[in-house]
Nanobody
Framework: VQLQAFGGGMAQAGGSLRLSCVVS????????MGWFRQAPGKEREFVAA????????YYAASMKGRFTISRDNAANTIHLEMNGLKPEDTAVYFC??????????????????????WGQGTLVTVSS
């Protein structure tokens, strides 16, 4: 299984970016998907997650209302629409796939160890 994230770049504070992640290999509809990010010198942190059917979505508190995760099972792709960007959103953003996992609670969907496969990351830089 391979994950390819793209769409990162530079934005000004208050601006928007849309990240995408294409998954190849396996059966995409078997994967719950997540986005994480890692800022320089900091640990990787949870951003958002989406269940296998797309019917359930979850967000870190600081992203709720600004970020939207979605998936297109026909295209083996997930997206992260980021609005109202802040300089503190600057980080490398990673997509991840969890095989046959139900994202039932925060201890599941926000944990790095829940996810079996990871993409290479795409850099988002937000200037003030």
């Amino acid at each position: 299984v391979q994950l390819q994230a793209f769409g990162g770049g530079m934005a000004q504070a208050g601006g928007s970016l849309r990240l995408s992640c294409v998954v190849s290999g396996g059966t995409f509809s078997d994967y719950a998907m997540g986005w994480f990010r890692q800022a320089p010198g900091k640990e990787r942190e949870f951003v958002a997650a989406i269940g296998r059917s797309g019917g359930s979505t979850y967000y870190a508190a600081s992203m709720k209302g600004r970020f939207t995760i979605s998936r297109d099972n026909a295209a083996n792709t997930i997206h992260l629409e980021m609005n109202g960007l802040k300089p503190e959103d600057t980080a490398v953003y990673f997509c991840a796939a969890a095989v046959n996992v139900r994202l039932t609670d925060v201890s599941t969907y926000s944990a790095l160890e829940t996810y079996d496969f990871w993409g290479q990351g795409t850099l988002v830089t937000v200037s003030s």
